[in-house]
């Protein structure tokens, strides 16, 4: 842990160069990445007209990074956890290349959309383990709390002008093709070459931002453990009730209650929006999840975490079948406003419980693992969505993953009972409730 004094005030965050630098990158990278997830997928659905394709954008995206994650996070521990955090997004800036000349180009495809997918995926393998084993070596452990809400807020706060930009770029689509004179094949796809041309700046601005970082945490010295080694972040999540409650509520409760990948169906047919008003919908979590991120900077939460934890994602589920029963644009903005809220509490407890119980030489496999958790809730559920959505129809899809979610909630009362009474954030404190 870096051992920089921690005494007291909350601007000794900001003091923290090398802090600041790696937040940069996350926000541009994460606005990046935001705007070509909305560009993915009104342009998927634009070719398709398919509830099934939307699902396989997610699904693609999962596949590499379940495959990849925990060699990985192996590998993060044993590197410069600054270059493995610059080369995934440097990867993720090619495939903003690669998908700017398939779509000014005129000849984007399915296939094409879901093979660089499949890279995406990949790049995420390496960037989630270093990005959260990076970020503990940067700052004093009492100012870490503190830390993991800035990053979550200013990652949210990505998340909004990402989808908002994104969505403004793509309805510039017309415009644009008329301005440049594309061919007749290219024109309706000048939208997306615009969003994804703005991604690729951002990104070099995030791989930038990376190599500036000065602080090199030592990277793990010990023999190679094989397939202990790949492991050893599982196991020790495994073997800690409160770790493991923490990040498998996370992630069956995105993965039933999620309905991102549902949003440009919702957008155009059910609500009767264009590409603009998909981007407000895809931030709108994420002006929740800020404002509240914002507010957890100034006041961290301290006790009753496991009370909190379950509740916001009880919230969560009710809010998402708010969404569900949305007719009105503003309705539906509003229900995911407030997903975005209750997921920012899981969010800062989750991340905090994870940084802190885990010894720096194991942060690499054990963000690992957590990103394979992350994802399976984030793109396995894009493709859950999308499936049960070609079954039951969009709106039955996002109810009963609404409902999911609390049954979720209600288990792990009974399953972890050590998650539901934690009441201290950090191990050294107290941790059981009178």
């Avoid at 949210?156 to 415009?175: R, S, V």
Wanted: with cysteine.
């Amino acid at each position: 842990m870096h051992d920089v004094s921690s005494s007291g005030a909350p601007e000794r965050l900001f003091g923290q160069h090398d802090y600041v630098r790696l937040m940069m990158a996350r926000f541009t990278g994460t606005a990046a990445n935001q705007m070509l997830m909305v560009a993915l997928g009104w342009q998927m659905y634009d070719l398709t007209q398919s509830a099934w394709d939307l699902g396989l954008v997610g699904l693609a995206q999962f596949v590499p990074a379940l495959l990849l994650t925990l060699p990985a996070g192996q590998w993060v521990d044993r590197s410069d956890r600054r270059w493995t955090l610059a080369l995934s997004l440097l990867l993720q800036a090619l495939v903003a290349g690669g998908l700017v000349l398939a779509s000014a180009g005129g000849w984007v495809s399915d296939g094409w959309i879901l093979g660089l997918s499949m890279l995406l995926g990949c790049a995420r393998a390496v960037q989630m383990p270093s990005m959260q084993a990076l970020l503990p070596s940067l700052v004093p452990a009492s100012l870490l709390p503190r830390a993991v809400a800035v990053s979550s807020s200013l990652m949210q706060a990505a998340i909004i002008m990402g989808p908002a930009l994104g969505g403004a770029l793509y309805a510039l689509g017309p415009w644009t093709a008329t301005q440049w004179g594309a061919s007749p094949a290219a024109a309706p796809h000048m939208g997306a070459a615009l969003v994804y041309g703005s991604s690729l700046g951002l990104l070099a601005l995030a791989v930038g931002a990376t190599l500036l970082i000065r602080h090199r945490p030592a990277p793990v010295t010990a023999p190679r453990e094989g397939w202990a080694g790949l492991t050893a972040g599982l196991h020790f999540i495994l073997g800690r009730p409160v770790l493991l409650g923490a990040v498998a509520l996370d992630l069956f409760a995105v993965l039933l209650g999620g309905a991102t990948a549902l949003l440009p169906i919702f957008a155009r047919d059910i609500l009767h929006t264009g590409p603009e008003g998909l981007g407000l919908l895809r931030a709108a979590p994420a002006v929740g999840a800020v404002l509240l991120g914002l507010w957890l900077s100034h006041r961290p939460i301290e006790r009753r975490t496991g009370p909190l934890l379950l509740g916001s994602v009880a919230v969560y589920g009710v809010a998402t079948l708010g969404f569900g029963l949305a007719r009105e644009f503003w309705w539906a903005f509003a229900a995911l406003f407030v997903t975005g809220a209750a997921d920012m509490v899981s969010v800062v407890i989750r991340q905090s419980l994870v940084q802190l119980e885990t010894p720096d030489a194991m942060r690499g496999r054990v963000a690992a693992v957590n990103s394979v958790f992350i994802g399976a809730s984030n793109q396995l559920g894009e493709f859950e969505s999308g499936a049960t959505a070609a079954w039951l129809g969009p709106v039955g899809s996002v109810m009963l993953g609404g409902v999911g979610t609390l049954v979720v909630v209600a288990a792990w009362l009974k399953l972890f009972p050590a998650l539901a009474q934690r009441d201290a954030l950090h191990p050294g404190a107290p941790a059981a409730l009178k």
